[in-house]
């Protein structure tokens, strides 16, 4: 299953002296020193397939290699109604898969599900209920005409309705031609319809600036002043929305906060940085600390190619 990881760096102190001599000093921050902490992505759906969980160590934050992966833990997810489902550690070490049995897809919808890590000695635990997704009507192309920042351009929309009753997040991900779109400035979340709680968006059509974000806008390479087309004919796009419990919703949330940094003077003015939450506790209160999310939730998705320019729909 294609499952997107995420890079959880603790905030530790840092010794700021050497900027109050001058702006253009090149400086070499000294930070604390601190123990790595386990970190659980556990971010089960019910697409065909295995599932799987990954565990790995926080890392020195100037440390230039992937977090290391942890080995020899037991992982078990267990349902409601006590079935269990058992991740054995791959040949990768620090990745725990389940492997359905012939046609057999992970969970079911409306069902909550317990999730149990041992490691040295330690129980690390969580709870996740399965949410409903809304089916994917369509994906359309249209074109947008050429401003000062952007030349001719050919974006897409994904249509769907969310179910009537409020109190549905997602996590919308976007393929472009088999790649998922896994900038920390491209995750998107909707809650019902709309961007948060509380909109009252429920039971109607995605609104257009959730329907139209799955378009990737990247710097054009022959004028850096502009972006250049997300789309151009023989792309492919598909468009998967995840159910998230309203946790989840908000963890993504920060996640995107703290990992979509502007840098420079724009900086100054940023959300401060800070740890993240999660959702996962240690059984002892005085054992060792965790990081990282569970969440499982049903999936739904839909995929176009854009052969010619005769797909355009009318942009409205």
């Not at 037991?74 to 990745?95: A, C, L, R, W």
């Not at 009507?137 to 179910?163: I, L, N, R």
Request: glycine share 8%; with cysteine.
């Amino acid at each position: 299953m294609g499952m997107n990881r995420f890079i959880y760096i603790l905030i530790v102190g840092v010794s700021l002296s050497p900027l109050l001599f001058s702006c253009e000093d090149v400086i070499n921050p000294t930070l604390e020193k601190a123990e790595p902490v386990l970190v659980i992505d556990a971010w089960l759906t019910n697409k065909p397939g295995k599932q799987q969980i990954v565990l790995t160590r926080t890392q020195p934050y100037f440390e230039n290699i992937l977090p290391p992966g942890v080995s020899g833990a037991t992982v078990n997810v267990t349902d409601q109604n006590g079935k269990i489902y058992s991740f054995n550690e791959s040949t990768k070490t620090g990745v725990y898969e389940w492997v359905p049995a012939t046609n057999e897809v992970f969970g079911s919808v409306g069902l909550r599900y317990n999730l149990s890590i041992i490691v040295a000695g330690e129980n690390f635990a969580s709870e996740s209920v399965m949410g409903r997704v809304p089916v994917i009507d369509s994906v359309t192309f249209f074109k947008e005409d050429a401003t000062q920042f952007t030349d001719e351009q050919y974006q897409a929309e994904f249509w769907s309705t969310d179910p009537l009753e409020s109190g549905d997040s997602y996590w919308i991900k976007t393929y472009k031609n088999g790649q998922v779109l896994n900038k920390p400035s491209e995750i998107l979340t909707a809650y019902d319809a709309g961007f948060s709680k509380g909109g009252n968006f429920s039971g109607i059509t995605f609104i257009a600036p959730i329907r139209r974000s799955i378009n990737p806008f990247d710097e054009d390479p022959n004028d850096k002043n502009k972006t250049k087309s997300p789309y151009i004919v023989g792309d492919s796009i598909y468009v998967e929305i995840n159910a998230v419990t309203e946790a989840s919703f908000n963890f993504l949330n920060e996640m995107k906060i703290q990992t979509d940094r502007p840098g420079g003077f724009g900086e100054l003015f940023a959300t401060p940085l800070a740890n993240v939450s999660t959702n996962i506790t240690n059984a002892n209160a005085k054992g060792s600390k965790v990081v990282g999310f569970f969440n499982v939730g049903a999936v739904s998705g839909l995929g176009r190619k854009f052969k010619t320019l005769d797909d355009l729909s009318e942009n409205n």
